[in-house]
């Protein structure tokens, strides 16, 4: 996955998950791992439950603590430990996500998760919580609380939401990309993560709809990346759902500008773009004056 936070602008690095699945989605769990195996290391996937594990995984968010404050960059840094955990294993994600409290101090947890089913272990053990978009709408309360707590929660998009949801499809207009990080702030969100900023297929300009759990399912045209590779170069091309969701955020930064000097008037503005996860301006030039109000309101001394 990749992570953009809205808050100040700034890109944040996203670590890779310390465990991981044997295949789909409901697959046991694997713990990627280093062994010394006749005097060589190796990359070795074994069961959270072996007892070389917990080892193996200490020593190294210990060694990625220490590089992290090294390079400074231990302020812009989140750690993923799994992505949406379920039936068995949050007490899995607890054990590894109390090594990484431990050995990587200041250093938050950030993992989608299922905000209708959430066991202890993730609320005392997730610091970041990413509910996907569309199946948090009767779970607002907990969330709210949660943000009134002081924690950050962000939100998520992968094949769903649909239909009346906004998300950042191919095939969805663009004022649905658009909105996505008015919602950020409509409801008191800080971020978003991308499912799929580039998980491209060998010809994604060709071949938008990668295929997942063993080419089972097709993804949404568009889920998989938003930017496309331009390998000549070693860098990225742009996409115009890119450039929709650069201005989404720009717009989000101008929204906690004005708040910060009348939080009401920009609640306001915010609202009457999106006021639910389901109702919001869907006309482009409608858009396009609320917008303009936005610019007035931040314009005045």
């Known amino acids: 996955m990749e992570t953009f936070q809205q808050a100040g602008a700034i890109g944040y690095i996203e670590g890779s998950h310390l465990l991981d699945r044997a295949g789909s989605y409901d697959a046991p769990l ?27 995984v200490s020593s190294f968010v210990a060694a990625l ?22 039936g068995n294993e949050p007490p899995y994600y607890g054990r590894f996500a109390a090594l990484v409290h431990q050995q990587m101090p200041g250093i938050p947890t950030l993992d989608a998760i299922d905000a209708e089913n959430m066991p202890e272990a993730l609320k005392n053990n997730c610091d970041v919580w990413v509910p996907q978009l569309g199946r948090f709408d009767d779970q607002m309360a907990l969330l709210k609380q949660r943000i009134g707590d002081g924690h950050a929660v962000w939100f998520y998009t992968c094949l769903y939401p649909q239909k009346r949801y906004l998300n950042r499809l191919m095939d969805f207009p663009l004022i649905k990309v658009r909105l996505l990080q008015w919602l950020d702030f409509r409801y008191g969100f800080t971020g978003f993560l991308h499912w799929g900023g580039d998980y491209w297929t060998p ?51 101008m929204l906690r500008a004005l708040a910060a000097r009348d939080r009401a ?37």
């Open 65 to 86: 603590g220490s590089h992290l404050k090294e390079k400074g960059w231990d302020s812009r840094y989140f750690q993923h430990v799994l992505d949406e955990p379920h």
């Open 30 to 56: 694997i713990v990627p791992t280093f062994q010394v195996v006749d005097g060589k290391p190796q990359k070795i996937s074994l069961p959270p439950d072996d007892p070389r594990v917990e080892p193996s």
């Open 265 to 301: 008037a920009a609640d306001q503005i915010c609202a009457s773009a999106v006021s639910s996860f389901t109702e919001y301006v869907r006309d482009p030039a409608a858009f396009r004056r609320i917008e303009q109000r936005l610019l007035e309101a931040l314009s005045k001394e």
């Open 203 to 253: 010809k994604p300009l060709l071949d938008t709809q990668p295929v997942i759990d063993d080419n089972t399912e097709l993804l949404p045209p568009g889920d998989a990346f938003i930017v496309y590779p331009d390998r000549e170069h070693l860098t990225v091309r742009s996409s115009i759902r890119f450039e929709a969701m650069r201005e989404s955020i720009e717009d989000y930064e």
